[in-house]
Structure formats: structure tokens, C-alpha cells
């Protein structure tokens, strides 16, 4: 969003969205991994997309676990049209085993094995590109205050510059080569009397003493890797956290700072005053970063009240939680409710609330803040409190819209639109059943529900190659847990034996383990058996094509997964046809073709037992068979390639 004067300035929002509504302990606080995509993802509260509504141009994090793959909180964001501006967490500086403070302050080795795992696991792609998401990196929140703090800048300063470079070596390590990030270091508002030249000026001393450290590492006991004062000049942006007014920040910071620091551009990592009306304290600060030369914009400090801090805290975040849950996470093996939004009230302006004079200050379209609470039957649950939660709105369509999803999950698709809906008005009790009383009285219940669509009712088109798949719309969290459950019910499959090619992640594992583990089952009751509390889904083959079907075990010959499993349910079909579409597949996978079509039926008749005898062209394992099967198929020359 340009301002008048042309620049376009930050204006991001901090997001540490705890479900919590008390205090108490999370078991990770890792908010931008898959494991939180009920909060921040539009197929559950849409936390991302409701910060662009708001104007937000940015969002800010905190925790940040390298076990965890970011791709597909970056790929919402970029969707959203928001910059992510993550954090590295605090565990390598202060609290894992061999930590930074067990090291002397340097960080180096810490920080690149994190940084790299990072950049393997959604933060770079294949061909060494940053993600477009990402544009600037935090080194570290508030070194200042914790490693060990104000009073040894030597300290902090070693920490930083070390970590830096081991950042550096990080991304040569794992291929990075352009859209590169900045990297910052973020202090706090304090006044460092021990940093040289600080002026009794908060962050000022600290931002001194970390250029001296990028110019000169050794000087602050660090033997640098890589060119630090380069990076500096090229890749380092300031920035610092504050809850002071806007008008506090010239005198107290900005006017010394661009007299100090020509060209290194600063911004305000977190920003909310608790002590002035937010919207025009805000229309104030973005006024005075539009006219200065270094500050580039803020990060409002924040999404959402932090209810398990507690104290001070809470003086904080735009969004509090209500009391309806809309969805279910599974955050790091805990389950947790996700409570719907309630905007918090401006308490220094009357009659206003916090989002609505931060929308006002961004430029954004705003909220409506009545649809915030409101039950989304494309979003709740597919149980007996989903159903609950729909019946109460008493709409038909909102109704019908939640049977089309039971339906889309039991592997059909809704053809009759006037049927649907006729059904949807009886299970909202608007047909000849009116009372409460009269609906327990007829069974109307979720398990009834399911039960009738059980029965192939005439208005929907069921689906024979209907597979149970990963839901894409849950997350990896409870994803693993369903294969989990799934690969110890199995019996005759080792889950440590899954195909490599879909061991690649747990969406392709779990597509293979749970479609597996339904055909096993021999089940025909897929919300029971293929629903895993929402990490699966029976999906027709229209929807689990869109994504990937090469690790998908069904008895379509033409897509199965090209592995024993797949083989074998090819086999049990009994038809010759469908056994040697299966083997032309994987001829055409071992880079062959067939050149002879009678003999690849002929020899579809008496298949070889197993996929590794049909993998084995040697006459030596399946005697006459293979020969025939030599004779069927040859290798691809480059010619025949091209041409196919």
C-alpha cells in the first residue's frame, strides 16, 4: 500500500494465537506450522486472511520449530498477500542442551543447524529461491534483555554476529541463491548505559554495539566465517520492540538514529501503546515513518489476547476468544479447541474497538465483527456436535450445505439439488417434525444422519473408486496420529515398509497408509472408519486426482499406487484387462514401452505373484513368463521418448 509520499510502508500484525483461554502451557508455540492451520489457514478461522482485511500488508512470529515444514503457512500468506517476517525461537540461545550461554555467546553452530533445517523445510525451494513470502529474517527477539542483557553488550553483540554467521553458512549449505532476506536483530525500548555511544537513547546503544560487532568481529571475540560488515551493508535491517506513543519515538529514538545510521532502514517489531487511543496513535506512527528517511513501518503488537501469559500481557491483542468453537487442532499430539474472534474494546476511546481503528489506520476493508462467532457449516466438525452446532442456526441451506460435506465425505456428490435440500429441511426439523422432542422421538441425529446416506439415497452419485485420503483441509499433527493409529491396526503391512516415493511426506504416507487401511477393513462405513477425527476423508476419485495418486491404493488399475499392495488389489480383481493396464503402467515407470499388446494380455492372464517377480525381467524368477514379457516390452530409446 504506497502513502502519499510514494513509500510503501510495513504494516504487519504479531501473531502468537494461543488457543488457551487461561494460563497454562503449550506444548510448542510454533503458531505458523501445520499443526496451528485451523487458526491461520481460511479452512478454519482464517486468521490470515482476516489480517489482509484489515489493511495488514505483513505478519510478525515468534516460535519457530525446524522439525517443522513452513511451506504451506508461506504459500497462504503469499495468498493473502502478506510478507512473513519469521522469528528464530529462543530454544538454541537459552534453552536446548549445549545452548548459546554454554558456549561463550556463540551461536554459530546452534543457529546454522536450526537456520538449515529451516530453509530445507519450506524457507527456500529446489531452485534456491527464498520464498516470495519471506523478505526479512529475526536473528532474535530482544538479545538485550536475555543473553545475558543490557549490561554486557559484548555479550549479546557475539551472540548476534555469530548467529549471523551461521546463518550465512547455513544457506550456502542448503543452496540459497537469490530473492535473499535481511536479517535483524530486534531490541528492546531499554536504555543501554553500558553500550558505547547510546546517548541515554533506548535501542540506540544496542544497534552501536551490534554494528561495531558486524563491522569487526574479532574485536567482540568472534572469528567470523563470512564477510559480516558487507552483509550489514546489504542485507541488515534495525528494528525494536516498544510500547511508547508515537509521539515519544523522534525525540526519544528516530531523530539520533538517522543521524547515526544513514543507510540501514529500522523498523518497529512490536508497537502498541496501551496508554493513548490506538487509532490515532496509529494514524500518527505510520505518519511519521511515511515522512522519515529509516523507519519503514511497524508490527502491531498483536493478533490476539495471550490469556495464558497472563498479568500485563493481556493488556495486549485485538481478538479475544469467544465462547463458540468453530474447529479442532491437534497441536503438537494436545488437542485444543479453536475458539472463535470477539473484538476487544479500545479502552482509551469510547465506543470503538481495537480491529476497527487499526483497519482505519491500515487502509483496510474491515471486518464485520457479527460473522466472527458465527457457525460455518463448511468448517465444523462432521459429528454430532457439528450437526448441533448446524441445527441451531435452523436454516435449511446452512443445513444442506452440511450434508453436501457428509456426503462429499462418504465418497459421493450431490446430484439433486431440490433432494438435498428436501432432506436438509427434515434434519433442521422444518418439515412435519417442529419440536425438539419430536426429533429425538425420530432418531434425528448425526449417527441417523449417516446412516440414511449409508443407504445411497437416489440424489447422490456414489463414487466405486472413492479412496480414503489425508484431508488436506486438517493438519500434519493430526495427520500423523491417524497413520499412527492406522499402521498399528494393520496386519498385513508393515508401515516400515512403505514405498520410498511416498515416504516424501506425511500427506503421501498417510494417503497410502489410510486407503490401505480402509480396503483392509473391507469397511462401509466411511465416517466411522475413514474419519479419523477429521485427518481423513473418503474421497471420489475427482477429488483425491486434484492432488496426487501415485501413493493412493485403490482398485482402479489406471492410478493405484505401483507397489505390492497396489499389485496385489490389481490381482484380486480377477481381471486380466485391469492386471495389464497395471503392468503397462509400471513398464512405462521402468522408462520401457510395450510393443507387442496381444502378448502383454496373453501374459496378464498368468501374472507373476508378486510385484518384485513382475519388477524382474530375469527368466531365472518367473520362468517362461518373463521371456514372454521380454518379448512385450523393450527400453525407451530418446527417439521413442520424445515421440510418446
Known amino acids: 500500500v504506497l502513502t502519499a509520499s510514494g513509500k510503501d510502508l510495513l504494516k504487519g500484525i504479531s501473531y502468537g494465537p494461543s488457543p488457551l483461554k487461561a494460563a497454562g502451557k503449550l506444548p510448542n508455540d510454533d503458531f505458523m506450522s501445520d499443526s496451528a492451520k485451523a487458526q491461520w489457514s481460511t479452512s478454519g478461522r482464517g486468521d490470515l486472511a482476516i489480517m489482509k482485511k484489515l489493511g495488514a500488508n505483513a505478519v510478525r512470529l515468534y516460535g519457530n ?49 536450526q537456520y538449515k533445517s529451516n530453509l530445507q523445510k519450506g524457507f527456500l525451494d529446489k531452485d534456491g529461491a527464498y520464498h516470495p513470502a519471506l523478505k526479512t529474517v529475526i536473528v532474535i527477539n530482544e538479545p538485550d534483555l536475555k543473553i545475558p542483557g543490557e549490561s554486557k553488550p559484548t555479550e549479546f553483540s557475539r551472540a548476534i554476529v555469530s548467529a549471523i554467521d551461521g546463518m550465512l553458512d547455513a544457506e550456502k549449505e542448503a543452496g540459497a541463491k537469490s530473492n535473499l532476506v535481511n536479517f535483524t536483530a530486534t531490541f528492546s525500548f531499554g536504555v543501554c548505559t553500558a553500550c558505547k555511544g547510546s546517548k541515554n537513547k533506548p535501542s540506540l546503544g544496542q544497534m552501536l554495539e551490534l554494528q561495531r560487532a558486524m563491522e569487526n568481529p574479532e574485536a567482540y571475540g568472534y572469528k567470523a566465517k563470512n564477510d559480516l560488515a558487507k552483509v550489514y551493508q546489504t542485507r541488515f535491517t534495525n528494528s525494536f520492540n516498544t510500547n511508547n506513543p508515537a509521539t515519544d519515538i523522534q525525540p526519544l529514538f528516530l531523530n539520533d538514529y538517522e543521524a547515526n545510521f544513514k543507510s540501514t532502514p529500522v523498523f518497529i517489531g512490536e508497537y502498541h501503546s496501551t496508554m493513548v487511543s490506538i487509532g490515532k496513535d496509529l494514524t500518527t506512527i505510520l505518519e511519521v515513518a511515511d515522512k522519515s528517511s529509516s523507519l519503514v513501518g511497524i508490527s502491531f503488537f498483536e493478533y490476539q489476547v495471550r490469556y495464558d501469559k497472563g498479568g500485563s500481557e493481556m493488556s495486549f491483542g485485538m ?12 497441536f503438537f499430539g494436545v488437542p485444543f479447541p479453536v475458539w472463535c474472534l ?9 465506543g470503538t474497538t481495537v480491529v476497527d481503528e487499526l483497519a482505519k489506520a491500515f487502509g483496510g476493508a474491515g471486518i464485520d465483527a457479527n460473522e466472527l462467532c458465527v457457525i460455518d457449516p463448511q468448517k465444523v466438525p462432521l459429528s454430532e456436535d457439528g450437526y448441533q452446532a448446524v441445527l441451531s442456526l435452523k436454516n435449511v441451506d446452512k443445513m444442506a450445505a452440511f450434508v453436501s460435506r457428509v456426503v462429499d465425505h462418504m465418497g459421493g456428490s450431490v446430484s439433486d439439488k431440490k433432494s438435498l435440500e428436501d432432506f436438509a429441511a427434515k434434519y433442521t426439523g422444518k418439515t412435519q417434525l417442529r419440536s425438539e422432542v419430536e426429533r429425538m422421538l425420530a432418531g434425528l441425529s448425526f449417527a441417523q444422519m449417516a446412516s440414511e446416506l449409508g443407504q445411497h439415497p ?63 477393513v473391507n469397511s462401509t462405513q466411511p465416517l466411522r472408519d475413514c ?74 492372464k498368468s501374472p507373476p505373484a508378486n510385484f518384485e517377480q513382475l519388477k524382474d525381467s530375469s527368466p531365472v524368477s518367473h520362468g517362461s513368463a518373463a521371456v514372454h514379457l521380454e518379448k512385450t516390452v523393450r527400453p525407451r530409446t530418446a527417439a521413442s521418448q520424445v515421440l510418446r
Open 319 to 330: 481478538f479475544g476468544l469467544g465462547a463458540q468453537k468453530i474447529a479442532s487442532m491437534n
Open 531 to 604: 474419519n479419523f477425527d477429521g485427518a481423513a476423508m473418503f474421497a471420489p476419485a475427482a477429488t483425491y486426482r486434484s492432488h496426487d495418486t501415485t501413493c493412493i491404493v485403490t482398485k482402479d488399475a489406471s492410478t493405484t499406487a505401483l507397489s505390492e499392495e497396489g499389485y496385489q488389489t490389481t490381482l484380486a480383481g480377477h481381471d486380466s484387462s485391469k492386471v495389464a493396464t497395471f503392468i503397462q503402467r509400471e513398464v512405462q515407470n521402468l522408462n520401457m514401452e510395450v510393443t507387442d499388446g496381444s502378448g502383454l494380455q496373453s501374459f496378464a
Open 65 to 113: 520449530d525446524p522439525q517443522e515444514d513452513h511451506s504451506a503457512f508461506l504459500d497462504e500468506a503469499q495468498k493473502q498477500g502478506l510478507q512473513v517476517i519469521p522469528g528464530m525461537s529462543d530454544y538454541p540461545y537459552t534453552q536446548m542442551p549445549g545452548n548459546c550461554q554454554s558456549t561463550d555467546y556463540n551461536c554459530y553452530s546452534q543457529i546454522k543447524e
Open 342 to 350: 470477539t473484538e476487544v474494546a479500545d479502552k482509551k476511546s469510547s
Open 458 to 520: 437416489f440424489w447422490v452419485v456414489w463414487d466405486a473408486m472413492a479412496a480414503c485420503v489425508a484431508d488436506r483441509d486438517s493438519d500434519e499433527g493430526s495427520v500423523g496420529q491417524a497413520v499412527g493409529y492406522a499402521c498399528g491396526k494393520l496386519k498385513s503391512f508393515n508401515c516400515s515398509n512403505l514405498p520410498t516415493f511416498c515416504a516424501k511426506d506425511i500427506w503421501a504416507k498417510a494417503d497410502y497408509v489410510l486407503s490401505l487401511f480402509y480396503m483392509q
